[in-house]
C-alpha cells in the first residue's frame, strides 16, 4: 500500500521525463507543498485532507504550469537534460526556503480519524489512511492509464513520448502537450503528499529523502515508463520492509540497493525503459 | 606546454601560496592577538542547521544563542563589547560546516567560534577551527566519539550521552518484583548520540531480570518505520527503550505502535520528545502522555539562570516552560561558559580561553555546573528522566532527587 503512493509520486516524475527529457529535482520539495497544502487547508479551514484534494490538485498542476512556462520552456539545446537538474535544484531551494519561512522549520503532521484508526484482516490491524491512500492511488494510475491510452491527448503524449520530432511533424503541438504533462507530473504530487502527510512527520527538509527515493524508483522502473514507476515503487517498498522484518533494518537499503545494481546490469535502461540513453 | 603557457602557470601557483600565507597570516593573527579595538562588537561565528535533517534543532539552538547574545548585550556586553552573532546555514551537512568555519574565520575573521548541532557535525567543526587555534565551545556534541580525536579545543558544556539512560534504567530496576515489567524491546537509529546509550540501559535493565525481546538498530537514512515498529509491536515488549534523535522518528513509531494497538508500559525515547511544542504539536497532548526522555535540563528546572532564561524565551517567542526546547538551554550555556572564559582570561586570545577551560574549574550554567576534564566532557553533569505529563514536562528521575516527581506507571493507553 505505501509503494502505491511512492508509484503516485514518482509517476509525475516519470511521466515529465518521458515527455520533456526533463529531470525534476524539484518533485521532492513538490511532494512537500502538496502536504504543506493539505495541512493548511485542514487547520485553518477545517477541510478533510481527502476532499482538500479538490483543491491542491489543481492548484500544483496551475504550479507546474507556471513552472514550465517561465523556466523549463526557456531550457533548449543539448545540454537541456543536465540544465533541467541545475533549474529544479534551483526552484527546489526557493521553494524550501519559502515554505520555511511560512511554517518554520518545525515539523507538522497532518490529521484525521483515518491517520490512526484501523480495521482488522487476517488478524492484521490495517490502518485506513494506508488503505484509503491506496484507493486513491490505484484511482489516480488508473486514470492517468485511461488518459494515457484512451483519449486523443493521451495519444499526443505517448507520440511525443517516443519521438518529438515524429510528433510535431505529423501536427502534435508537442510544446502544448509539454506544458500540460509538467503541470499533470506536479499535479499529482498533491495527493502523494498528502498521504505522506499523514503517514509521517515533515518539515521542508524531508525533500531531500523523499527525492533520493523517487528517482531510484524511476531508475528501476524504467526512465519515462509509468508501469515501470508503479512495479519499482512496490518493490522498493516490498523488499525494503520484508528485509528490514526478516533480517535487520540495516540492510533494507543496501539489499534493495543491490537488487538495483543488478538489474541495471542486465537491463541499463531499468525494467520497462526502452532505451538504456535518450538523447535530447 | 608553451613558454607563455608556462609562465600563465607559474604566475597562477605563485598567486595561490601568497594568497594562502596571506590568510594564514591574518588567521593567525585574528586568533592570537586575542583584543579588540574599543567601540567594536565581539564576533561569534556559529555554524547552525537552518535547514537539513536537523533543521529543527538548529532553529531551537539559534533561539539559545540569540537569548544569550540579548542578556548580554542588555547587560553592558563582554569585557564591554557588544555580542555579535554571525551564524551561517550548514544544511546539516558534515562537509557544508567544515566550510562555513573556515569561512567565518578567515574571511568574516570572527574572534570566537561555538559549536554546531549533534555530535555528527561537531567533530568536522572542531577539527576545521583547531586549525586555526580556536576553541570550540559547544552545546550538542556528547556522543563518546566526539572525543576520540585526539582534540583538545573542544568542550562540551552538556551532558556525556552515554549515561543518560543511567536514572531511568535504575528506576526500572528499582521496581519492586511484582511491579516491575518483564520484557524490554531496544530499537535505535544508527547514530553517535543515540547508540553508545542503548547498551549501557540494557545491562542494567537485563541485571534486574527484564529480559530483552527485541533489540534491532535501524539506519539513519530510513523513512519508512512501520515495519521496524510492527516488528516491535509483535513482541509485545512492556519496555520500550528507542534510540531516536528527532520528533518524526518518534512520532513515526507512536502512530505505528497505535495503528497496531499495541500498548507498553513505559515509553522512552533519546530525542524528540524534548523539543516542547515541536514535539507536542505533533503527537498530541494525550498520546504524549507517560512518554519519558533523558535530558540534563528541562523548563522547571531551578539551576541558576534557567527561569530568567525561560521567562526571556516565553517574552521574546511565546509558549510556556514546558514549550521550551532543551536545545535552547543547550547553546544558552554554551554562551554562559565562553562568558565566563572571557572573563578570566580578560580578553578573547583563544589560546588562553583553551587553557582555561582544560583548567579544572567549575562553571556555571543554566544546565547546571560544567567542569571540563582533559577530553573536553563535561563530568559535572548529571542525567535526569523526564516525562509528559498531561501538558506538563516534570522531572521522575532520579528518583532521590526531590524535585523528581512520581513517575506516571504505566503509561496510558495512546
Same mark, same amino acid.
Not at chain 2, 595561490?16 to 596571506?22: D, G, H, K, R
Given at each position: 500500500?505505501?509503494g502505491?503512493?511512492?508509484?503516485?509520486?514518482?509517476?509525475?516524475?516519470?511521466?515529465?521525463?518521458?515527455?520533456?527529457?526533463?529531470?525534476?529535482?524539484?518533485?521532492?520539495?513538490?511532494?512537500?507543498?502538496g502536504?504543506?497544502? #493539505?495541512?493548511?487547508?485542514?487547520?485553518?479551514?477545517?477541510?478533510?485532507?481527502?476532499?482538500?484534494?479538490?483543491?491542491?490538485?489543481?492548484?500544483?498542476? $496551475?504550479?507546474?504550469?507556471?513552472?514550465?512556462?517561465?523556466?523549463?520552456?526557456?531550457?533548449?539545446?543539448?545540454e537541456?537534460?543536465?540544465?533541467s537538474?541545475?533549474?529544479?535544484?534551483?526552484?527546489?531551494?526557493?521553494?524550501?526556503?519559502?515554505?520555511?519561512?511560512?511554517?518554520?522549520?518545525?515539523?507538522?503532521?497532518?490529521?484525521?480519524?483515518?491517520?490512526?484508526?484501523?480495521?482488522?484482516?487476517?488478524?492484521l490491524?490495517?490502518?485506513?489512511?494506508?488503505?484509503?491512500?491506496?484507493?486513491?492511488?490505484?484511482?489516480?494510475?488508473?486514470?492517468?492509464?485511461?488518459?494515457?491510452?484512451?483519449?486523443?491527448?493521451?495519444? #499526443?503524449i505517448r507520440?511525443?513520448?517516443?519521438?518529438?520530432?515524429?510528433?510535431?511533424?505529423?501536427?502534435?503541438?508537442?510544446?502544448? $502537450? #509539454?506544458?500540460?504533462?509538467?503541470?499533470l507530473g $506536479?499535479?499529482?504530487?498533491?495527493?502523494?503528499?498528502?498521504?505522506?502527510?499523514?503517514t509521517?512527520?515533515?518539515?521542508?527538509?524531508?525533500?531531500?529523502?523523499?527525492?533520493?527515493?523517487?528517482?531510484?524508483?524511476i531508475?528501476?522502473?524504467?526512465?519515462g515508463?509509468?508501469?515501470?514507476?508503479?512495479?519499482a515503487?512496490?518493490?522498493?517498498?516490498?523488499?525494503?520492509?520484508?528485509?528490514?522484518?526478516?533480517?535487520?533494518p540495516?540492510?533494507?537499503?543496501?539489499?534493495?540497493?543491490?537488487?538495483?545494481?543488478?538489474?541495471?546490469?542486465?537491463?541499463?535502461?531499468?525494467?520497462?525503459?526502452?532505451?538504456?540513453?535518450? $538523447?535530447? | 606546454?608553451?613558454?607563455?603557457?608556462?609562465?600563465?602557470r607559474?604566475?597562477?601557483?605563485?598567486?595561490?601560496?601568497?594568497?594562502?600565507?596571506?590568510?594564514?597570516?591574518?588567521?593567525s593573527?585574528?586568533? *592570537?592577538?586575542?583584543?579588540?579595538?574599543?567601540?567594536?562588537?565581539?564576533? /561569534?561565528? /556559529?555554524?547552525?542547521?537552518?535547514?537539513?535533517?536537523?533543521?529543527?534543532?538548529?532553529?531551537?539552538?539559534?533561539?539559545g544563542?540569540?537569548?544569550?547574545?540579548?542578556?548580554?548585550?542588555?547587560?553592558?556586553?563582554?569585557?564591554?563589547?557588544?555580542?555579535k552573532?554571525d551564524?551561517?546555514?550548514?544544511?546539516?551537512?558534515?562537509?557544508?560546516?567544515?566550510?562555513?568555519?573556515?569561512?567565518?574565520?578567515?574571511?568574516?575573521?570572527?574572534n570566537?567560534t561555538?559549536?554546531?548541532?549533534?555530535?555528527?557535525?561537531?567533530?568536522?567543526?572542531?577539527?576545521?577551527?583547531?586549525?586555526?587555534?580556536?576553541a570550540?565551545?559547544?552545546?550538542?556534541?556528547?556522543?563518546?566519539?566526539?572525543?576520540?580525536?585526539?582534540?583538545?579545543?573542544?568542550?562540551?558544556?552538556?551532558?556525556?550521552?552515554?549515561?543518560?539512560?543511567?536514572?531511568?534504567?535504575?528506576?526500572?530496576?528499582?521496581?519492586?518484583?511484582?511491579?516491575?515489567? @518483564?520484557?524490554?524491546?531496544?530499537?535505535? @537509529?544508527?547514530?553517535?548520540?543515540?547508540?553508545?546509550?542503548?547498551p549501557?540501559?540494557?545491562?542494567?535493565?537485563?541485571?534486574?531480570?527484564?529480559?530483552?525481546?527485541?533489540?534491532?538498530?535501524?539506519?539513519?537514512?530510513?523513512?519508512?518505520?512501520?515495519?521496524?515498529?510492527?516488528?516491535?509491536?509483535?513482541?509485545k515488549a512492556? /519496555?520500550?527503550v528507542?534510540?531516536?534523535?528527532?520528533?518524526?522518528?518518534?512520532?513515526?513509531?507512536?502512530?505505528?505502535?497505535?495503528?497496531?494497538?499495541?500498548?507498553?508500559?513505559?515509553?522512552? *525515547?533519546?530525542?524528540?520528545?524534548?523539543?516542547?511544542?515541536?514535539?507536542?504539536?505533533?503527537?498530541?497532548?494525550?498520546?504524549?502522555?507517560?512518554?519519558?526522555?533523558?535530558?540534563?535540563?528541562?523548563?522547571?528546572?531551578?539551576?541558576?539562570?534557567?527561569?530568567?532564561?525561560?521567562?526571556?524565551?516565553?517574552?521574546?517567542?511565546?509558549?510556556?516552560?514546558?514549550?521550551?526546547s532543551?536545545?535552547?538551554?543547550?547553546?544558552? =550555556?554554551?554562551?554562559?561558559?565562553?562568558?565566563?572564559?572571557?572573563? *578570566?582570561?580578560?580578553?578573547?586570545?583563544?589560546?588562553?580561553?583553551?587553557?582555561?577551560?582544560?583548567?579544572?574549574?567549575?562553571?556555571? =550554567?543554566?544546565?547546571?555546573?560544567?567542569?571540563?576534564?582533559?577530553?573536553?566532557?563535561?563530568?559535572?553533569?548529571?542525567?535526569?528522566?523526564?516525562?509528559?505529563?498531561?501538558?506538563?514536562?516534570?522531572?521522575?528521575?532520579?528518583?532521590?532527587?526531590?524535585?523528581s516527581?512520581?513517575v506516571?506507571?504505566?503509561?496510558?493507553?495512546?
Amino acid at each position: 500500500m505505501t509503494g502505491s503512493v511512492y508509484a503516485l509520486m514518482a509517476t509525475g516524475l516519470t511521466l515529465i521525463f518521458g515527455v520533456m527529457n526533463i529531470i525534476n529535482i524539484a518533485q521532492g520539495i513538490l511532494v512537500i507543498l502538496g502536504a504543506y497544502l #493539505s495541512y493548511s487547508l485542514s487547520v485553518h479551514f477545517g477541510i478533510d485532507l481527502f476532499a482538500g484534494l479538490l483543491i491542491t490538485i489543481p492548484t500544483l498542476f $496551475v504550479v507546474g504550469i507556471v513552472v514550465e512556462r517561465f523556466f523549463m520552456a526557456r531550457l533548449k539545446g543539448p545540454e537541456r537534460t543536465s540544465m533541467s537538474i541545475l533549474v529544479t535544484y534551483a526552484i527546489s531551494l526557493i521553494i524550501e526556503g519559502s515554505l520555511n519561512m511560512i511554517y518554520t522549520t518545525n515539523v507538522v503532521q497532518l490529521k484525521a480519524w483515518y491517520v490512526t484508526g484501523t480495521f482488522r484482516i487476517f488478524g492484521l490491524w490495517i490502518a485506513y489512511i494506508y488503505f484509503f491512500g491506496f484507493l486513491l492511488a490505484a484511482g489516480l494510475l488508473a486514470a492517468l492509464y485511461f488518459m494515457l491510452y484512451r483519449t486523443r491527448f493521451g495519444a #499526443s503524449i505517448r507520440a511525443s513520448l517516443a519521438d518529438q520530432t515524429a510528433a510535431a511533424l505529423i501536427g502534435i503541438n508537442v510544446k502544448r $502537450v #509539454s506544458t500540460i504533462c509538467f503541470g499533470l507530473g $506536479v499535479a499529482v504530487t498533491a495527493s502523494g503528499g498528502m498521504v505522506y502527510g499523514a503517514t509521517n512527520a515533515f518539515n521542508a527538509s524531508t525533500s531531500y529523502d523523499l527525492i533520493s527515493r523517487l528517482l531510484t524508483i524511476i531508475v528501476l522502473g524504467g526512465m519515462g515508463s509509468l508501469g515501470g514507476a508503479l512495479l519499482a515503487a512496490i518493490l522498493m517498498v516490498t523488499l525494503g520492509d520484508v528485509i528490514a522484518v526478516v533480517w535487520s533494518p540495516i540492510w533494507s537499503s543496501p539489499t534493495f540497493f543491490f537488487v538495483l545494481v543488478i538489474v541495471l546490469s542486465l537491463r541499463p535502461q531499468g525494467l520497462f525503459g526502452k532505451q538504456s540513453a535518450r $538523447v535530447a | 606546454m608553451n613558454r607563455k603557457g608556462r609562465y600563465f602557470r607559474a604566475f597562477g601557483v605563485t598567486s595561490v601560496a601568497v594568497a594562502s600565507l596571506a590568510m594564514m597570516m591574518t588567521t593567525s593573527s585574528g586568533a *592570537a592577538s586575542g583584543t579588540i579595538a574599543k567601540g567594536q562588537p565581539v564576533t /561569534i561565528g /556559529i555554524s547552525l542547521s537552518l535547514s537539513g535533517d536537523f533543521s529543527v534543532d538548529g532553529a531551537a539552538f539559534k533561539q539559545g544563542y540569540q537569548l544569550w547574545a540579548d542578556n548580554v548585550n542588555a547587560h553592558g556586553g563582554l569585557l564591554g563589547h557588544q555580542v555579535k552573532l554571525d551564524i551561517v546555514s550548514d544544511a546539516s551537512s558534515a562537509t557544508q560546516v567544515v566550510t562555513n568555519y573556515q569561512k567565518l574565520i578567515s574571511l568574516d575573521h570572527v574572534n570566537l567560534t561555538v559549536g554546531p548541532f549533534s555530535s555528527l557535525l561537531s567533530v568536522p567543526a572542531a577539527k576545521a577551527v583547531a586549525r586555526y587555534g580556536y576553541a570550540l565551545v559547544e552545546g550538542a556534541g556528547g556522543a563518546p566519539s566526539v572525543f576520540q580525536n585526539g582534540l583538545t579545543n573542544i568542550f562540551d558544556v552538556s551532558m556525556p550521552v552515554k549515561d543518560s539512560l543511567v536514572p531511568f534504567a535504575n528506576w526500572i530496576a528499582s521496581l519492586p518484583a511484582s511491579k516491575r515489567p @518483564t520484557t524490554a524491546a531496544y530499537v535505535t @537509529t544508527n547514530d553517535a548520540f543515540t547508540e553508545p546509550q542503548i547498551p549501557v540501559a540494557q545491562k542494567i535493565i537485563k541485571a534486574a531480570g527484564v529480559k530483552t525481546s527485541y533489540y534491532s538498530v535501524f539506519p539513519a537514512e530510513t523513512t519508512d518505520y512501520t515495519p521496524i515498529a510492527d516488528a516491535v509491536a509483535a513482541k509485545k515488549a512492556q /519496555i520500550v527503550v528507542l534510540g531516536s534523535v528527532d520528533v518524526p522518528t518518534v512520532s513515526a513509531f507512536m502512530q505505528a505502535f497505535e495503528q497496531a494497538h499495541y500498548n507498553p508500559k513505559v515509553f522512552i *525515547a533519546t530525542g524528540g520528545p524534548d523539543q516542547g511544542s515541536g514535539f507536542t504539536s505533533v503527537v498530541g497532548i494525550k498520546k504524549a502522555n507517560g512518554v519519558m526522555v533523558p535530558n540534563a535540563w528541562y523548563g522547571s528546572a531551578t539551576t541558576p539562570g534557567s527561569q530568567a532564561m525561560v521567562a526571556a524565551y516565553v517574552k521574546k517567542y511565546g509558549g510556556s516552560a514546558a514549550t521550551v526546547s532543551a536545545d535552547v538551554a543547550e547553546a544558552y =550555556s554554551v554562551g554562559q561558559v565562553i562568558n565566563q572564559a572571557v572573563v *578570566a582570561t580578560k580578553g578573547f586570545d583563544n589560546a588562553k580561553i583553551i587553557k582555561y577551560l582544560h583548567s579544572g574549574v567549575t562553571l556555571t =550554567s543554566v544546565q547546571g555546573p560544567v567542569k571540563f576534564d582533559s577530553l573536553g566532557e563535561n563530568n559535572k553533569a548529571t542525567a535526569f528522566t523526564f516525562q509528559w505529563q498531561g501538558s506538563k514536562f516534570v522531572q521522575v528521575n532520579p528518583t532521590n532527587n526531590k524535585a523528581s516527581k512520581p513517575v506516571l506507571f504505566p503509561k496510558p493507553v495512546w
